[in-house]
């Protein structure tokens, strides 16, 4: 059974940090290409950083230079550092994976983790 478990959301204040992890299991981890998703109260899905299964990553243009995406796959997690938070960052923040099996194409999500940036 697949599962995307995200966690390390929370409250903070503007320009502070937090960090996401999201712990993957049920298919294997080096193979899939990892992205965190969010989405705000009245607005769409958004894709936020991304990672391939050789590490090359890219970002939103609003978060580059503040959140950094990694990997580790012997832990099978992949994190979020992000940095200077601003109010605009609150969202239900989503892990997302991406592989291929038997010649299918495999999505899977995470449940969510809500990030609140507020003073």
């Known amino acids: 059974q697949v599962q995307l478990v995200e966690s390390g959301g929370g409250l903070v204040q503007p320009g502070g940090s937090l960090r996401l992890s999201c712990a993957a299991s049920g298919f294997t981890f080096g193979n899939a290409a990892m992205s965190w998703y969010r989405q705000a109260p009245g607005k769409e899905r958004e894709l936020v950083a991304g990672?391939?299964?050789?590490?090359?990553?890219n970002y939103v243009g609003s978060v580059k230079g503040r959140f950094t995406i990694s990997r580790d796959n012997a832990k099978y997690t992949v994190y979020l550092q992000m940095n200077g938070l601003k109010p605009e960052d609150t969202a239900v923040y989503y892990c997302y994976a991406e592989t291929i099996r038997n010649g299918w194409r495999l999505t899977y999500w995470g449940q969510g983790t809500q990030v609140t940036v507020s003073s």
């Open positions: 990672i391939s299964t050789g590490s090359v990553t």
